[in-house]
């Protein structure tokens, strides 16, 4: 068997986010890995970045999914409430109905592991529409019975977003270096957190052997990281 064909076929699904691109450009830097992405629009790589890009509309994604036949799905697609045109039904066509069309398409192709970016309180029984709907998310990719499934709940993510920011966000942003001191024990999830950050973690979950369903938190999210790195600097 080849070098190429051992390494682990990852798909990035929104690979032009924060989360996507900063996971594309760890994953391409591991040679452990075959980073694959999928996204609506062009996605801006840093050069060099070792990866194979599939832009297509959502309609066709299912097709571009069973072509790429992934083993580890990272999906990292999500809209905002602005972008859906302030809509619930707006939002939930991305959130919901894209995220598990996504979903049951990789499965579809083979793949057996699938890793979701949702957020931080996330519960289908949240009177919070935002909350119930990634918690509502959650459940039916439980149902999809996927060898391993990390659900990845990170708190304010920090990074560039270009103008997808609100500016009640960016204002939280520039505040949580001191407001992330008032947080701790349970409070501790709510805590501002790098995307680069919950990237390298997802990568990280990526390569795991154990099968299960895994739910990670701010905490959990720098452990991985951190663990990851150091299989990296050992290796080298």
Known sequence: MSEAAKRMRVLVVGATGLIGGEAIAIGAADPRVRILGLSRREATLPPGTRAEMVVADPQDWAQAIRTLKPHVVINALGTTWRKSGKSEEGFRAVDVDLVLEVARAAKNAG?????????????????NFYLKTKGEVEKALTGLKFR???IVRPGLLRGARGGDRRLKERAAIIASPLTDLFLHGGARKFRSIRGSEVATAAIAFALEKAGGRFIHENDGLHLAAKRYRRTLESAD
């Not at 699938?114 to 009177?127: L, M, P």
Request: charged letters at 15%; hydrophobic letters at 45%.
């Open 148 to 150: 391993r499934l990390d």
């Open 111 to 127: 793949a057996t592991d699938f890793i979701h970016v949702s957020s931080v309180g996330a519960a289908a029984s949240s009177s």
